[in-house]
């Protein structure tokens, strides 16, 4: 057997652009899902998971479509990932595949795309060593969309496979979803060294998961859908000024449009200010107008969500933002190095007074995508 990871990711700005077409900025952040993954010859594929240790899944491969609603939840990831290899005319004989995720699950870190794009990665070497990285990020996206049934864009599947070290990966969704070559101009790698500025990037897990197969995430989705279509565009993406938005009359779509079009303009000048090399501070406010549009605009945020991100601001952060689909998961703040600890302890006061269970903290840097690890 031979191992494979991927990464979970934190989207430093660019929040529910994706599917409107528009702008990300995410990094891969260093906890990974492993996957090892052998050729069987018998035609099953055999799927078992550390996390899962009572649960041995094992399905034919010309069977996966009819199991779908009698395999665990859990398994419908890699189960997805190897169907729509199948769907896509590539031959599996038979595999098994062992999974073990360190990305904690729910907490808007994209566990599920880490697991997905693991086990994707490892397939193409075993099986499709001609699919290109951006077909590999569709075929993650699709298991998910279609197998597991959580209609999600593909932030989470392209900032697996393709972010790289030190750097934040800045993505024009719509050039990369339509440009047949995966290394065209649409994506950009830009470098993101908060150390030599003194700075670390602080997560706080809320503790309060979230699913993108519940309702919230799908219901924001066909908003924005019917936004664009009220403004007759073909996505948020192409509207450029708020003012625009004007002429949609019903207010919660007005707001959740305005959501995507300040969006994608922060990811821009996000990302201008790092390609320029200038201190990371300077992104702090625009992270935590990210924030508060998430909150009141596009109100995807929680009452701890929005008590992490205050209390870590108030605690001396220079911006902190929700990350994620949002309804739950975790937040990021940039903070000086010296005052971590403090805005840690602030975070858990603030949690402990409201009542909510200890939030879990952690400080990450951009590493490495998806590689093969042995
Ligand atoms: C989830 C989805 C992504 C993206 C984010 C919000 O993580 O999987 O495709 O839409 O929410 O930015």
Known sequence: MRTWVAPGRVNIIGEHTDYN???VLPIAL???VECAASVRADGNVRVVSRQRPDETVLVGVGELAAQRDRVPGWSRYPLGVVAEFVRRGHAI???DLALDGAVPIGAGLSSSAALSCAVAIALRDLFAPTVTDRELIEVARAAENDYVGAPTGLLDQ????????GHALFLDV???AASDDANAVAHEQIPFDLARFGLELLVIDTGQPHEHVDGGYAERRAQCEAAAAQLGVPALRDVDSVAALDRISDDV?????RHVVTENARVLSVAKRLRSGADPRAIGPILTEGHASLRDDFEVSTPALDAAADAAVAAGAHGARMVGGGFGGSVIALVDREHTDAVVAAVRNRFADAGFAEPRTFVVGPAAGAHRAD
């Open 21 to 23: 077409d528009g702008y």
């Open 30 to 32: 260093p906890l990974v």
């Open 93 to 95: 004989g038979g595999v």
């Open 158 to 165: 392209s900032a697996s496979i393709m972010c790289t070290a």
């Open 174 to 176: 719509r050039r990369f």
């Open 253 to 257: 779509l007005r707001r959740r449009a």
